[in-house]
């Protein structure tokens, strides 16, 4: 057999890259990245209700800067105090760096005339578990435009994403007691954590109830039979709530009860809870014969197959404190409820 030699022998073997070693450890390193699994996510930064909004300087002192501002920094309505719906944070888009982007809630704004108009809800992007809402715009009217017509869309986005939070974090933890107890009794099974005790377990009501020195959350569980046409307005709500109060919910003193603070109308939406239609009424309650009060949310479905209606109740008290927090906590367990 033909042996190639002399020069043409080296020319030969120097362009057959096979024959270098460097370039099989380098195909070898390749197919290992390439089996590689993917590496999990980082964990989210931030607090609970923080929320940062990418955006050159220039936009955000504008008016797009305003628009996404007013939406973000809005009032939550049933408060005893002004509290934001979250807590913004500018940052410039030069700025956005690793630091930033493992944040729990991210709104970046895209605004340059080489782009379309669009809006795209996304999840872990960057950590686990995130939501990061991108708006891309030619021009800041095209970005207030999109901003505007999907405000209740990209907030609704954020808070459904805390909630799940909140709930992941109670799942981990559960007063599998408490649980059991009032899946067994209602029919109904609530995520409560560990810290939640039942304090008050009747026939037709049950208060399960966290508290420490500084605050107080209340979960109420209660029915009644499906006969009131009025059952899922604001008015039967809140007679309904109203009576199991004045009944079971006693004051300091001597004769007082909690009542719906009137004077601050409850505001009343339709919702769901686990696929099931609900009515949702979010206000104050306060003492009657006392100065205590604060913020409340109840929910009423209607369990068609029994002829009964569910209410699942909570509220706070936490007198010198920020409740919205502890309000979305309270929330976030009365969404969990399931047949069970």
């Not at 009025?230 to 006693?250: C, H, W």
């Not at 009060?293 to 936490?318: N, R, S, T, W």
């Amino acid at each position: 057999m033909y042996t190639p030699s002399g020069s043409g022998a080296k020319a030969l073997v120097q362009k057959n890259p096979y024959r270098n070693p460097l370039v099989w450890l380098f195909l070898v390193l390749t197919m290992v990245a390439c089996n590689m699994p993917d590496m999990p996510l980082p964990g989210i930064t931030g607090k609970a209700g923080e929320l940062v909004v990418v955006m050159a300087e220039q936009q955000w002192k504008g008016a797009a800067g305003d628009t996404a501002f007013a939406v973000l920094n809005q009032h939550v309505y049933g408060l005893p105090q002004p509290e934001q719906m979250f807590n913004v944070v500018h940052v410039k888009t030069d700025a956005f760096t690793k630091i930033f982007q493992t944040h729990r809630n991210i709104v970046v704004a895209n605004i340059d005339k080489k782009l379309k108009a669009q809006i795209e809800l996304k999840n872990d992007v960057w950590a686990a578990p995130q939501v990061v809402i991108e708006i891309s715009a030619p021009d800041a009217a095209s970005f207030i435009s999109i901003f505007e017509a999907n405000a209740s869309k990209i907030v609704g986005h954020v808070l459904k994403a805390e909630d799940a939070r909140i709930l992941k974090s109670y799942k981990a933890q559960l007063n599998t007691e408490v649980v059991n107890a009032l899946a067994t009794k209602t029919g109904l099974k609530l995520s409560i954590p560990k810290g939640y005790d039942l304090v008050r377990d009747e026939e037709d009501f049950s208060w399960i109830r966290y508290e420490t020195k500084d605050v107080t959350q209340s979960i109420l569980v209660y029915s009644e039979p499906y006969t009131e046409v009025n059952t899922f307005t604001a008015e039967g709500m809140i007679a309904v709530m109203d009576r199991y109060a004045q009944r079971y919910i006693p004051g300091p003193e001597e004769g007082s009860f909690m009542t719906t603070y009137m004077e601050y109308p409850p505001l009343m939406t339709e919702t769901a809870i686990n696929g099931r239609y609900a009515t949702q009424l979010k206000g104050l309650w306060r003492v009657e014969g006392a100065l205590m009060g604060g913020p409340f949310i109840c929910y009423a479905f209607l369990d068609a197959a029994e002829k009964k209606v569910y209410y699942v109740h909570g509220f706070v008290f936490a007198p010198g404190k920020n409740k919205r927090n502890y309000l979305r906590q309270v929330d976030a367990i009365l969404n969990s409820a399931k047949e069970g």
